[in-house]
T-cell receptor
């Protein structure tokens, strides 16, 4: 597809479980971003990749959150020991190396029961 | 802590009215973007402004970046029901590890009634 895709679109899990959220960026985009959006709020920055490396992970809330992008394309956001407060929509975006224009995916809605 | 404050948070108007949404910060940004988001979708970029005092127009939408690059406004003329959505401003920085990172405001939910 031409846009950013994210899977799954919805994820319901129980407190304490481990989850993985996947992002497929636009082909050729070297920069990839993860954001988290709580109900009624704007997106909150989590982490930014340039190629395979995390250029800025200052937004990750704690060590339960981890993200990888091993081949510089697909990225996975991993959350260990999920808590109810992790419930939110997790958005992924991609851009060219120097591009200000970010293209967002539809998000994954995570619900922790 | 939100570095960008948007106002108003909610706006409900009739078709044909004009409106302005404000985005204010105590920080200087190298660029300011406006996005529109519909339910179940990701934000879609409307415009990027980079120069203090810059004004950009997109059909009925007018965007302005403050002279000091700390604030911005979005003005919609003759609003239509299709303008309904969540409007987000986002500030960006140039250079270093912060390049590409955006800080978003909390958003303005606009509802335009026919």
């Amino acid at each position: 597809g031409a846009g950013v895709s994210q899977t799954p679109s919805n994820k319901v899990t129980e407190k304490g479980k481990y989850v993985e959220l996947r992002c497929d960026p636009i082909s050729g985009h070297t920069a990839l971003y993860w954001y988290r959006q709580s109900l009624g709020q704007g997106p909150e920055f989590l982490i930014y990749f340039q190629g395979t490396g995390a250029a800025d992970d200052s937004g990750l809330p704690n060590d339960r959150f981890f993200a990888v992008r091993p081949e510089g394309s697909v990225s996975t956001l991993k959350i260990q020991r999920t808590e109810r407060g992790d419930s939110a929509v997790y958005l992924c975006a991609s851009s060219t190396t120097s591009g200000r224009a970010k293209f967002f995916g539809p998000g994954t809605r995570l619900t922790v029961l | 802590t939100q570095l960008l404050e948007q106002s108003p948070q909610f706006l409900s108007i009739q078709e044909g009215e004009n409106l302005t949404v404000y985005c204010n910060s105590s920080s200087v940004f190298s660029s300011l973007q406006w996005y529109r988001q519909e339910p179940g979708e990701g934000p879609v970029l409307l415009v990027t402004v980079v120069t203090g005092g810059e004004v950009k127009k997109l059909k009925r939408l007018t965007f302005q970046f403050g002279d000091a690059r700390k604030d911005s406004s979005l003005h919609i003329t003759a609003a239509q029901p299709g303008d309904t959505g969540l409007y987000l401003c986002a500030g960006g920085w140039a250079g270093g590890t912060s390049y590409g990172k955006l800080t978003f405001g909390q958003g303005t939910i606009l509802t335009v009634h026919p």
